[in-house]
């Protein structure tokens, strides 16, 4: 268990503007932080940071809640997890008893796979460093490359023996279950046996973007002909490949503040141009590039630059990566290195400057790289000169922005020396093609559900639901303000009409509010805001400097991630980007006790109609015979309505 104090200490320091922007980019849009939701495929921002409430919200999925929410959700990590991710972060103590054996087997799967690649990863470093094997055979090999002390420490290289079960035994010894070693593939089973997955390997951990093992990429030094050179972790429940970079942890920060990210295929191209400094560098790790990967890059940067070696074979294979950058509507550019040279080689053989200023030099955009490229294939065979026109239409009609797709056709038809009308016809031929399939699934989707369609009920406005919705607002924004308020207090005047006299007088909003509902008996309908209600009227009377950013970390998940959607439903509008388009919303004026007295009296109005609607309804029930109780109640309420209404400026 974490102590209290911890995790108070951790929630006091962490910034959720700063641990989210390690993940997610983020630009300032007013006192708030947008960005591209990190948990869906979306190319408009709809994720919203607040760092004065120290909340977030994700309005295409519906997520929200506070700092450890976030990294809940998007790391799945477990609520310890977060406070020990946030504690590492900010360089925090964390004050635990030690998990027992029985806590250990506790743990659910996903879990345990996590604790076992953690495990992995340092006892490979342990081997690495401080045994014979390890230091004479995996150490000799990566000082070989030129990696230094700090980088292999940095990246957590490390060595597995060259013994059939040397791991895996070493791993029961230490209580982890054999389980949960063959399915993240550290161990194979096969009847009785036992085996070491990487037996002989140096390793290279493969960590997530909040830096949890994954997997691992491991590497032959013998020359077994028969031994994949190359060996990566299977696929399990915590590493998918397709949707995994390798270096992404280390790289995140720079990649946002470059506003760039370099693209290159292997481990040690990563660690050596990272270990050169350049340190906005990822690896697809060897596996044909995919859309997962593209958007992860996504979300801290619209722009990649892949960095090829000389090798053409592998550099026309790597063109279909390309097309899938420009799917996503970011900006791809193309470095190639000279013949004999990979980025793991020309980064170790030059100073930072000269890879800068070679890269800078070097790096196309990608229809001059695609197009010159192709042209050395076909210049002297017309078939093949234009079965690589249409190839490099084709890489064009993918790109969603119309503007660059007029540019790039321009750029075409000047490298390719043809005419601009042919190939603005071609992408209108693509083009037209693909709206065609598109609508033609359109169609299909809307004939499968058209049967059904009509029976979709119109969804009703529940008020009662939202003013109970903003009474929670106002007591979680303005809970413990103190404010002159003017109550309306129902008197018979000489005719013995009922008419409302203003009496002023200073309160906090929370006790306003409270004493309001209770007069007159006023109860949520709502068991979540009820629930949610007592609450904050509970924490408001204990605590008289109640702050949200302290509140939210308090509660139940489900009750945190509610009251994050109650206070960032009024930023959405911010998203739209309005006042670029020449709109200007309206900004709210209404002072907090306006507010209050309008949302209460709003409450009151709807109540007293339902007790008419409800007394009426008793009338018809008693078929016909008037009761005259009944009628001097719908009278009395009716006048009451009447009176409230005109106090909020409604016509009835």
């Known amino acids: 268990m974490i102590s209290k104090s911890t995790i108070d200490q951790v929630f006091e320091t962490s910034r959720v503007e700063e641990v989210i922007g390690d993940f997610v980019q983020l630009k300032k849009s007013g006192s708030n932080f947008k ?243 350049i340190k906005n560098v990822v690896s697809s790790s060897g596996t044909a590039l995919t859309p997962e990967q593209i958007r992860l890059i996504n979300r801290l940067t619209k722009n990649i630059t892949v960095l090829f070696d000389g090798d053409a074979a592998g550099l026309r294979a790597s063109l279909r990566g390309i097309d899938l950058i420009l799917e996503q509507g970011m900006n791809v550019k193309v470095c190639t290195f000279p013949d004999g040279e990979d980025p793991d080689s020309f980064a170790k053989n030059n100073s930072l400057e000269e890879i800068t200023v070679y890269l800078d030099e070097h790096a196309q955009d990608f229809i001059q790289f695609k197009a010159s490229l192709l042209f050395e294939f076909s210049k002297n065979d017309p078939i093949k000169k234009a079965e690589t026109v249409r190839d490099i239409v084709n890489s064009i009609a993918k790109i969603p922005d119309r503007i660059k797709k007029e540019i790039y056709i321009q750029e075409c038809a000047r490298i390719m020396d043809i005419s601009e009308d042919v190939l603005f016809s071609t992408l209108a031929q693509i083009d037209k093609k693909e709206f065609q399939e598109s609508n033609r699934q359109y169609k299909q989707d809307q004939k499968a559900f058209e049967v059904i369609k009509h029976k979709q009920p119109v969804k009703k406005v529940d008020i009662q639901y939202e003013l109970e919705r903003k009474i929670i607002q106002i007591l979680l924004l303005y809970g413990s303000e103190m404010e002159e308020f003017e109550d309306l207090i129902l008197k018979e005047n000489d005719k013995n009409e009922l008419v409302l006299e203003p009496v002023k007088h200073e309160a906090k909003v929370f006790e306003k509010i409270y004493l309001d509902l209770q007069d007159d008996e006023m109860q949520f309908s709502n068991e979540r805001f009820r629930e949610l209600y007592y609450t904050i009227i509970d924490t408001l009377n204990q605590k008289p400097d109640f702050a949200i950013e302290n509140f939210i970390n308090t509660v139940e998940p489900e009750i945190a991630s509610e009251i994050t959607t109650i206070l960032m439903e009024d930023e959405r509008y911010t998203l739209a980007n309005w006042e670029r388009k020449n709109i200007y919303p309206k900004e709210k004026h209404h002072s907090i006790s306006q507010l209050v007295s309008e949302t209460i009296l709003s409450l009151r109005c709807y109540l007293i109609e339902q007790k008419v609607v409800e007394f009426k309804q008793e009338t018809l029930e008693s078929k016909n015979v008037v009761n005259k109780n009944i009628l001097e109640e719908v009278k009395d309420y009716s006048s009451l309505k009447m009176l409230l209404s005109r106090k909020l400026n409604r016509v009835l």
């Not at 972060?89 to 604790?115: C, G, P, W």
């Not at 194979?188 to 691992?216: A, C, H, N, T, Y």
Request: charge should be neutral; include cysteine.
């Open 35 to 277: 960005g591209l939701s990190p948990f869906s495929d979306e190319r408009s921002p709809s994720f919203m940071v607040s760092p004065v409430k120290q909340i977030w919200k994700d309005f295409s999925s519906g997520k929200g809640g506070n700092v450890v929410a976030f990294l809940m959700e998007h790391e799945h990590f477990t609520y310890p997890e977060a406070i020990k991710y946030l504690a590492k972060k900010y360089n925090i103590e964390v004050v635990e008893t030690e998990q027992s054996n029985e806590e250990k087997e506790q743990a659910n799967e996903r879990e345990s796979l996590y604790l076992v690649s953690e495990y992995a990863s340092k006892y490979f470093q342990n081997i690495l460093h401080k045994t014979d094997q390890g230091k004479a055979i995996g150490l000799s090999y990566f000082k070989e490359r030129g990696f230094t002390e700090e980088t292999i420490k940095k990246f957590n290289l490390g060595y597995s023996l060259d013994e059939w079960q040397a791991f895996t035994d070493d791993a029961l010894k230490k209580g982890y279950q054999l389980e949960y070693l063959e399915k993240t593939g550290l161990t194979i089973v096969k009847e009785e046996k036992r085996f070491d997955r990487f037996k002989g390997r140096v390793m290279f951990p493969i960590q997530s973007m909040s830096g949890r093992v994954l997997g691992f990429g491991g590497r032959i030094l013998t020359n077994d002909k028969k031994a994949a050179k190359y060996l990566n972790s299977p696929e399990s429940d915590i590493y998918h490949k397709s949707k995994v970079l390798y270096g992404i942890y280390h790289a995140k920060q720079s990649i946002a503040k470059e506003d760039n990210c370099y693209l290159v295929e292997g481990y040690t191209d990563v660690i050596q141009l990272y270990q050169s400094g």
